[in-house]
């Protein structure tokens, strides 16, 4: 220890001291520095990244790769329409059997994103093909006839004055319905002083009236004369 005093002087202790420093503060802000790349997935802590150490907006889609994002790494709910863009989830993004009734929100699809021709008929609307004026009550065609065979256009539809006609007697009617051939029809009489009016109608075809044209005949107390009649006529 003698030997040692004799060599220590205050440039020694001083030069020491330094040295000591430089390599300590040396390590140190070696320690502070990494190099490029030098931390992966290896040199991380499980659970050592989370949401509260990542900045807003850090991760963005440049910075994931393809199929990095799937289903198990999505929480429930996480994704909602207001995270989807617009036009953002195609047909072709959407796997087969993935959309299924429970989840499309009722009253969800209108008529405009439904392809007609997809649709079949209903079973009960077998008849609904001829139903052209199925939107309203009315029939097809009916009419208001005068005992001299005259048609009255404010109470008629789809018979036109042209297309009653006299018959070779009194008390017979020929129609033509344009448009369409009746496979029915019903006549009454219309309402006037005389008691015992009838009338009958037929849509096959007669001498007096060959098909495709309608006879009507009217009575008055059982003898065949000229009445007034209103005529409905079905397909």
Same mark, same amino acid.
Do not use: W
């Given at each position: 220890?003698?030997? $040692?005093?004799? &060599?220590?002087? *205050?440039?020694?202790?001083?030069?020491?001291?330094?040295?000591? $420093?430089?390599?300590?503060?040396?390590?140190? *802000?070696?320690?502070?520095? $990494?190099?490029?790349?030098?931390? /992966?997935?290896?040199?991380?802590?499980?659970?050592?990244?989370?949401?509260?150490?990542?900045? #807003? &907006?850090? @991760?963005?889609?440049? #910075? $994931? %790769? =393809?199929?990095?994002?799937?289903?198990?790494?999505?929480?429930?709910?996480?994704?909602?329409?207001?995270?989807?863009? !617009?036009?953002?989830?195609?047909?072709?993004?959407?796997? /087969?059997?993935?959309?299924?009734?429970?989840?499309?929100? +009722?009253?969800?699809?209108?008529?405009?994103?439904?392809?007609?021709?997809?649709? /079949?008929?209903?079973?009960?609307?077998? &008849?609904?093909?001829?139903?052209?004026?199925? %939107?309203?009550?009315?029939?097809?065609?009916?009419?208001?006839?005068?005992?001299?065979?005259? @048609?009255?256009?404010? *109470?008629? #539809?789809?018979?036109?004055?042209? !297309?009653?006609?006299?018959?070779?007697?009194?008390?017979?009617?020929?129609?033509?319905?344009?448009?369409?051939?009746?496979?029915? =029809?019903?006549?009454?009489?219309?309402?006037?002083? &005389?008691? !015992?009016?009838?009338? *009958?109608? !037929? @849509?096959?075809?007669?001498?007096?009236?060959?098909?495709?044209?309608? %006879?009507?005949?009217?009575? +008055?107390? /059982?003898?065949?004369?000229? %009445?007034?009649?209103?005529? @409905?006529?079905?397909?």
């Amino acid at each position: 220890m003698r030997r $040692l005093r004799r &060599h220590l002087s *205050y440039a020694n202790v001083t030069a020491t001291l330094a040295l000591l $420093l430089a390599l300590g503060l040396g390590s140190a *802000y070696a320690a502070g520095q $990494l190099a490029p790349k030098s931390v /992966g997935a290896r040199q991380l802590r499980p659970g050592a990244v989370t949401a509260d150490k990542i900045r #807003k &907006h850090a @991760v963005t889609a440049p #910075k $994931l %790769e =393809a199929l990095a994002v799937k289903q198990g790494k999505i929480a429930g709910g996480a994704v909602n329409g207001s995270k989807i863009a !617009d036009g953002a989830v195609g047909s072709d993004k959407i796997a /087969g059997g993935a959309v299924t009734p429970d989840k499309i929100p +009722n009253d969800s699809i209108d008529g405009t994103k439904v392809a007609e021709s997809t649709l /079949g008929q209903v079973p009960s609307a077998a &008849h609904a093909d001829s139903a052209t004026v199925a %939107e309203t009550a009315n029939p097809e065609a009916f009419a208001k006839v005068d005992q001299e065979g005259t @048609v009255f256009p404010a *109470y008629s #539809k789809g018979i036109g004055i042209p !297309d009653v006609k006299q018959g070779p007697s009194p008390g017979i009617y020929c129609l033509t319905v344009p448009g369409f051939q009746p496979r029915g =029809a019903q006549a009454t009489p219309e309402f006037t002083a &005389h008691s !015992d009016v009838s009338v *009958y109608v !037929d @849509v096959t075809g007669t001498e007096a009236c060959p098909f495709p044209r309608i %006879e009507v005949q009217t009575f +008055n107390a /059982g003898s065949r004369q000229k %009445e007034p009649f209103f005529i @409905v006529l079905y397909r």
